[in-house]
């Protein structure tokens, strides 16, 4: 999981957010994903620019206000984790 | 309540609606967070899995609209059918065309018939013991010409992992089971007994009489067999995978 | 997809086309033409749908559909009825007695097989003052009894089975089929409705004992009158439980609809922008209830969402 992580082809995406949950449908690939609040945020804060997985922690707690513990990592790293399975996200190829 | 919405830029991008409540959003969120959903005691994502079009059996639909109790529900009930390997898994008593009242489970025979005169399959006893497994198929009009196809004494690792009988076998049961020969069922991707009689006659009558345990008809009421007689196993195997999600695991 | 005949060439019901057992059949934006040799087809036929939705002859059919015994021996022993749509044998057969459920089944099956034209989603839709309440149902959710129900106590039926979205505004079509019931909810609704127009009973189908029940006249006469969700509502049915309704998340009820939706993958991104929109302007619940008069009670009270949004 080291490594930029980006949104894969937001081109192809369309989403709607309520009350702090997201739901996103991928053209690519037909799927259709409901982001718990969590998920939405690493979402969104994926969104704003590319980040490895120690910015987006980062990203996360300073925007939701939450401490930045190894819980959060651990967490937003099993998100990164499904949204790459899944095909949203994908790793940033490095600059040279 | 205020509720905000986003929306990509995407080519078919409609205008931007209104900028969602931020503050309500992070509120909601850092709620959320907090009350230990960081645990991921539920799914973080819940994928809803879209279907291609899959050439002219239509669209696999996800929607459940069955008259099957969903408790007997087979894993992928409301999509394209199950694999061989989710059949295999099964409780036996879920496939279709098993008496429960009788035991061992029997099944039923030459019950119903198409007007083509297309039975659906038969099956007796569990294919899971070294019992004979029946699957007994009148092919044409009128009942003139029948089609055995016994396992007699394979294994059930040969049953399965052979590619093409299993394959065959997941379509017949998908075709019972899910098909809209099953009194309504709206998955018009399962193929409908007409393709499935075909795949079959196709596949029986390209293969030679050594294959253990299967027994071939030997004309086909329509009169031209050997015209049916196309290399269709590599194909139909490739069309069978996909339409029986081969790999998925059947959920619950 | 509507029949290219206007209203001063509609012909009125042809009783002896009905008895020829050949006839056109409207329901909704549909024209189905049945040939059909079966006698209590028509029969029931005629029970369940308006007269005037019954013609000898329409400019077009959306389908071609026979209903007939099989050949062979099951055309006298034990019979059979068969659902043919153009040539195509969709179905098991079932015994000849049921032929009116085999044809409302295999009508379902044509709408959701061919009507690509709208997003069709596996819900009852019914109205009430301009609003519509959209009801996703999984099989046991009581959606068909619930329906009945509300259908008869001041709400309008555009359908019990299938909610049709016009992808260009959102709106729901009416269908207006005839409500299949079964079991218990046969009896319950024959109280709960004094005069209810049953098709005759089938038993020892698949679901049991079945029987279709004939849409309330004002929503039969008001077929063309399509309107605009406002509430989506899933319903969960447990004997005994008091009803009740609790908001359910935009985002869950998104995925829920999308889910619950025939062919949302065939309109890729138009379809999630046409349900996303509905749910945006709709208040979203899941509803359980054990007692029909209380659900009635409870969707009586319902509030549309206001033009601001839910």
């Known amino acids: 999981m080291t490594g930029r992580w980006r949104v894969a082809s937001p081109a192809a995406l369309s989403w709607r957010s309520w009350a702090g949950e997201i739901v996103v449908y991928d053209d690519g690939s037909g799927d259709t994903h409901y982001l718990e609040p969590l998920a939405a945020e690493v979402f969104e804060r ?3 620019a590319p980040a490895d997985l120690d910015e987006l922690a980062a990203r996360v707690a300073q925007s939701l206000a939450v401490d930045r513990d190894d819980e959060l990592a651990q967490a937003i790293g099993a998100v990164v984790d499904k949204f790459r399975a899944c095909g949203l996200v994908a790793r940033q190829a490095a600059a040279i | 309540m205020a509720e905000g919405q986003m929306r990509a830029t995407g080519s078919d991008a409609l205008p931007a609606s209104p900028a969602p409540d931020i503050a309500d959003t992070v509120r909601e969120r850092r709620r959320r967070v907090l009350l230990g959903g960081l645990a991921a005691a539920g799914p973080m994502i819940v994928t809803l899995a879209g279907r291609p079009a899959l050439g002219a059996t239509g669209v696999c639909t996800v929607s459940g609209y069955t008259s099957v109790n969903p408790s007997q529900a087979t894993g992928n009930s409301q999509t394209c059918g199950d694999s061989p390997g989710c059949w295999k898994n099964k409780n036996y008593q879920n496939w279709p065309g098993m008496r429960q009242d009788v ?11 198409l007007s083509d005169g297309v039975a659906i399959p038969a099956l007796a006893k569990s294919p899971f013991s070294n019992t004979n497994v029946t699957m007994g198929n009148t092919i044409g009009g009128g009942g003139t010409v029948t089609v055995t196809w016994t396992f007699s004494g394979i294994k059930t690792t040969t049953l399965w992992s052979g590619g093409q009988i299993s394959n065959v076998t997941a379509a017949l049961l998908n075709q019972g089971f899910y098909g809209p020969s099953n009194y309504f069922h709206p998955s018009s991707n399962v193929f409908g007994s007409p393709d499935v009689r075909s795949m079959i006659n196709s596949y029986l009558t390209s293969n030679s009489a050594s294959n253990p345990g299967v027994i071939y008809y030997t004309s086909h009421p329509d009169g031209n067999t050997a015209s049916k007689i196309a290399t269709l196993m590599t194909s139909l195997d490739n069309i069978l995978n996909a339409m029986n999600n081969q790999g998925e695991l059947c959920p619950g | 997809m509507t029949a290219t005949t206007t209203a001063a060439r509609e012909t009125v019901p042809s009783a002896a086309a009905i008895e020829a057992g050949d006839f056109f059949l409207r329901s ?13 087809l028509p029969d029931g036929t005629a029970q369940l749908y308006e007269p ?9 059919a959306d389908f071609h559909v026979t209903v007939a015994p099989p050949r062979g021996v099951r055309r006298w ?28 089944w ?18 009852a839709a019914i109205e009430k003052n301009g609003f519509v309440a959209i009801m996703p149902g999984v099989p046991g959710a009581g959606k068909s009894t619930l329906t009945a129900g509300l259908v008869n106590r001041g709400w309008r039926l555009l359908s019990d089975e299938m909610a049709l979205i016009s992808l260009t505004d959102g709106r729901v079509m009416p269908l207006v089929r005839p409500i299949s019931l079964k079991n218990e909810s046969i009896a319950l609704i024959r109280d709960f409705v004094p005069g209810a127009q049953f098709s005759a009973a089938c038993h020892d189908t698949i679901k049991g004992t079945v029987a279709h029940l004939k849409p309330p006249q004002e929503s039969l006469n008001r077929v063309d009158e399509p309107a605009r969700p406002a509430w989506i509502i899933f319903p969960h049915y447990v004997n005994g439980l008091p009803a009740t309704l609790a908001t359910y998340s935009k985002a869950a009820s998104l995925i829920e609809i999308a889910r619950n939706a025939f062919n949302y993958s065939v309109h890729g991104a138009r379809g999630f922008a046409v349900l996303a929109d509905i749910v945006e302007s709709s208040r979203c619940y899941r509803f359980s209830y054990g007692d029909l008069d209380e659900a009635v009670e409870v969707f009586a009270a319902l509030e549309p969402p206001t033009r601001a949004g839910a």
């Open chain 3, 77 to 104: 022993y034990r019979p059979q009825v068969l659902f043919h749509l153009d040539g195509i044998v969709p179905f098991k057969p079932l015994p000849l007695l049921h032929a009116v459920p085999i044809f409302e």
């Open chain 3, 28 to 40: 909704g934006p549909f024209t189905t033409r049945v040939h059909t040799s079966i006698p209590h």
């Open chain 2, 103 to 113: 035991t061992p489970y029997q099944a039923y025979t030459h019950d119903t018939l």
């Open chain 1, 46 to 48: 994926l969104l704003d």
């Open chain 3, 52 to 60: 005037r939705h019954i013609s000898a002859h329409r400019d077009f």
């Open chain 3, 106 to 123: 295999g009508l379902n099956w044509c709408i959701v097989n061919r009507a690509n034209s709208y997003l069709i989603i596996h819900a």
